[in-house]
């Protein structure tokens, strides 16, 4: 059974830093790591993507809205992602959710491909 957990969420104010941390584990029969996604969804709102990894580190994409703000990167476990979120606005505040695929390899934008769910965790940017 594969579990998806994020941590790291918050109030912060605005131009603020915060970084998440999404862990993917449970899946003992895949050869190669997870491709791996986070994605949000503030009050009222559909959820919407926010930076995609590839399993193997090479390929990443963000969200126009975050990119040159927000990076995504892999960590030194298999299937652990983080997401450094910098100078953080009032719009930036959303329930942020992480996200697993262990069937596909490059880079996934879109929520209806990953198979594993975070419970997500709430950031709010606020002063």
């Known amino acids: 059974q594969v579990q998806v957990v994020e941590s790291g969420g918050g109030l912060v104010q605005p131009g603020g830093s915060l970084r998440l941390s999404c862990a993917a584990s449970?899946?003992?029969?895949?050869?190669?790591?997870?491709?791996m996604g986070w994605f949000r969804q503030a009050p009222g709102k559909e959820r919407e993507f926010v930076a995609a990894i590839s399993w193997n580190d090479i390929n990443r994409s963000y969200a126009d809205s975050v990119k040159g703000r927000f990076t995504i990167s892999r960590g030194n476990a298999k299937n652990v992602v983080y997401l450094q979120m910098n100078n953080l606005q009032s719009e930036d505040t959303a329930v942020y959710y992480c996200a697993a695929e262990f069937r596909r390899s490059g880079v996934i934008t879109t929520a209806a491909l990953y198979d594993y769910w975070g419970q997500g965790t709430q950031v709010t940017v606020s002063s």
């Open positions: 449970g899946r003992t029969d895949s050869t190669y790591g997870a491709a």
